[in-house]
């Protein structure tokens, strides 16, 4: 069993940038690889990026690639997300997930088993 925990949201204006943190609890955490998905107001939660449980090896989904980082700490259980340059189209709940599967990249939702419950993220134009 994982617990996620995301923080670091808040309001930004357009350009600006945040780093969201995944706070993780369980002993089999570092052996999970790991994503954030988000949600927009009105919309499906849509894949954001993954990294693998050693680190070595991230995926991004083409709206955020090049603007976007995602990086892990497992000695502190932390995953964080840099977003860089962010757009109004950015806005969005950013969910933190593990997926205990060996399938990766994976930008199917179904394959994450562990949620966090959600940090928000606005940006103002």
């Known amino acids: 069993q994982v617990q996620l925990v995301e923080s670091g949201g808040g309001l930004v204006q357009a350009g600006g940038s945040l780093r969201l943190s995944c706070a993780a609890s369980g002993r089999a955490y570092s052996c999970y690889a790991m994503g954030w998905v988000r949600q927009a107001p009105g919309k499906e939660r849509e894949f954001v990026t993954t990294?693998?449980?050693?680190?070595?090896?991230?995926y991004y989904a083409a709206s955020v690639k090049g603007r976007f980082t995602i990086s892990r700490n497992n000695a502190k259980n932390t995953v964080y997300l840099q977003m860089n340059r962010l757009k109004p189209e950015d806005t969005a709940v950013y969910y933190c997930?593990?997926?205990?599967?060996?399938?990766?990249?994976?930008?199917?939702?179904?394959?994450?088993?562990?949620w966090g419950q959600g940090t928000q993220v606005t940006v103002s134009s």
């Open positions: 990294i693998t449980w050693s680190g070595g090896n991230t």
């Open positions: 997930a593990a997926q205990r599967g060996s399938s990766w990249p994976t930008t199917s939702l179904y394959d994450y088993d562990y």
